[in-house]
């Protein structure tokens, strides 16, 4: 079965002139309005800043099989019922013939303040996935077979994010692969691990720099962890969905 990657390379390079060409808009008409003291917090709230890449993962569903699946983008019918809590909202979910085929997260994180905000995307990613993994064991995704279950990240390419961290632990040492380690290592490590405690199907992290709103570059740190094992493995997904009918 050939899996189609809908030219993945180029659409995630015209996804990251947008997401920087969206957050730099944004900042303009902050300044415009006077309110240019919020900062970063101006391209946070645009929103929107990752739809590049929900396109790209749309591709990719219509492309391996399903060209009529129910693709959900609107925030009120992203809802799916939870475990440890009653709903929570997802960023795309995939449905064909009323069966959960995909439940994507896209997310992303610009400096400076890169610490709290992966602590908290970790908390984040761990949980959401987790409480997906436990409703669908409980039934409650009806007789959908076990979902694609991805988390996308792209996190800014600059000193903030390259340089070593220091942590501290009093009582007991910190595992080895996180000593020392930038927070887009960390972003790495994650990924990997979530795949790797089956969490999710796939968990992607890619690193761009601001000036990339003219080229679109991107990198990857890990083949594992990489935007193109990401789309092959939704794509393979897809294409098992499609061959049950």
């Known amino acids: 079965m ?19 060409g969206n957050r730099e808009a944004a900042r303009q008409r902050q300044i415009a309005q006077g309110k240019a003291d919020q900062g ?3 391209g946070v709230t645009a929103g929107k800043n990752m739809d590049g890449f929900v396109l790209l993962a749309q591709d990719i569903v219509r492309q391996n ?27 795309m979910l995939v449905m064909n013939q009323g069966r959960l085929v995909a439940a994507i997260e896209f997310k992303s994180q610009v400096g400076p ?20 993994r436990t409703a669908f064991r ?30 501290r632990s009093p009582h ?11 927070y887009a290592d960390r972003y790495n490590i994650l990924c990997r691990k979530l795949v790797q405690e ?17 080229t679109g570059a991107f990198a990857e740190l890990l083949p594992l962890t990489g935007l193109r094992t990401f789309v092959a493995s939704l794509g393979g997904h897809v294409a098992a969905e499609a061959a049950r009918g």
Request: glycine share 8%.
């Open 2 to 20: 050939t899996i189609d990657l809908a030219d993945f390379d180029t659409k995630a390079r015209e996804a990251i002139k947008a997401f920087w």
């Open 40 to 42: 970063e917090r101006a």
């Open 65 to 91: 099989g399903l060209p009529h699946a129910d693709i959900f983008l609107k925030r009120r019918v992203l809802t799916l019922p939870g475990y440890f809590r009653p709903t929570k909202q997802w960023d």
């Open 113 to 132: 303040s890169f610490g709290n905000n992966f602590n908290n995307r970790t908390e984040e990613a761990i949980g959401t996935a987790l409480d997906l």
């Open 138 to 167: 409980e039934g409650a995704f009806g007789d959908s077979q076990a979902p694609f279950v991805g988390w996308l990240m792209l996190v800014e390419d600059c000193e903030g994010s390259r340089s070593p961290v220091r942590d």
């Open 172 to 182: 007991f040492p910190v595992f080895a692969d996180f000593q020392g380690s930038s």
């Open 198 to 214: 089956q969490l999710y199907t796939a968990a992607s992290v890619i690193i761009s720099s601001r000036s990339a709103v003219d």
